[in-house]
């Protein structure tokens, strides 16, 4: 079993819609979450952390679940510019697991 | 501010030859290093992380090695490259022990 799992997509939206994915991981001694955006043939950047009280950052919103182990990034009003493939990453020990990536398209 | 470097951006090397990537971070010390490999199409692999100056740790046996032979400098060597090592592969950073990982430009290698 992956460590950390993710819905690939695509997920095809229109511009102002919402959209909601989630990320699944194994061990439940992990110790922290995050989402990152990364675009074509770049770098992954860090979009947020996730915190256990659930967190917002402008339109995107994250939660974690630790009972059901899942974290999930919720995207409101989306723009053209969040297109784009989200990575869940779980830390614990210094290793930092990647999930391969939810790709959000946003259309016109 | 903390700046993490990584070079060459592109690389297209023939099978057998040598491999050398460099990463090195400033404005920060004690950094943990990280190189991951991402195929096409595919998720970032964890290769090797290193909490230390000679401290290396192997997440995957493969055909590549890691040195960090100073406090902010990282490096992924490989004496005969494989056509499955053809990747993106990125150099990372971070504070602490389960802290935000930030990422290099990358490198994007070819091997033919």
């Known amino acids: 079993r992956k460590e950390v799992e993710q819905d690939p997509g695509p997920f095809n939206v229109p511009e102002g819609a919402t959209v909601a994915f989630n990320c699944t991981y194994s061990?439940?001694?992990?110790?922290?979450f995050f989402w990152y955006r990364q675009d074509c043939r770049k770098e992954p950047k860090l979009l947020m952390s996730?915190?256990?009280s659930g967190n917002e950052d402008g339109r995107f919103t994250a939660q974690l679940n630790r009972a059901s182990q899942y974290i999930s990034l919720l995207i409101r009003d989306s723009k053209l510019s969040d297109s784009a493939t989200y990575l869940c990453?779980?830390?614990?020990?210094?290793?930092?697991?990647f999930g391969a990536g939810t790709t959000v398209t946003v259309r016109a | 501010s903390q700046t993490i470097h990584q070079w060459p951006a592109t690389l297209v090397q023939p099978v057998g030859s040598p491999l050398s990537l460099e990463c090195t971070v400033e404005?920060?010390?004690?950094?943990?290093l990280y190189w991951y490999r991402q195929a096409a199409g595919r998720g970032l692999q964890l290769l090797f992380y290193?909490?230390?100056?000679?401290?290396i740790s192997s997440e995957v046996p493969q055909n590549l090695s890691a040195s960090r032979p100073q406090d902010r400098q990282f490096i992924l060597s490989s004496k005969k490259l494989l056509l499955s090592d053809s990747g993106f592969y990125l150099c990372?950073?971070?504070?602490?022990?389960?802290?935000?990982?930030?990422f290099g430009q990358g490198t994007r290698l070819t091997v033919v």
């Open positions: 990372a950073w971070s504070e602490t022990v389960v802290g935000e990982a930030f």
């Open positions: 061990n439940s001694a992990s110790q922290s």
């Open positions: 996730v915190y256990s």
């Open positions: 990453a779980v830390g614990r020990d210094y290793k930092l697991s």
């Open positions: 404005g920060t010390s004690n950094p943990n």
């Open positions: 290193s909490v230390g100056i000679g401290q």
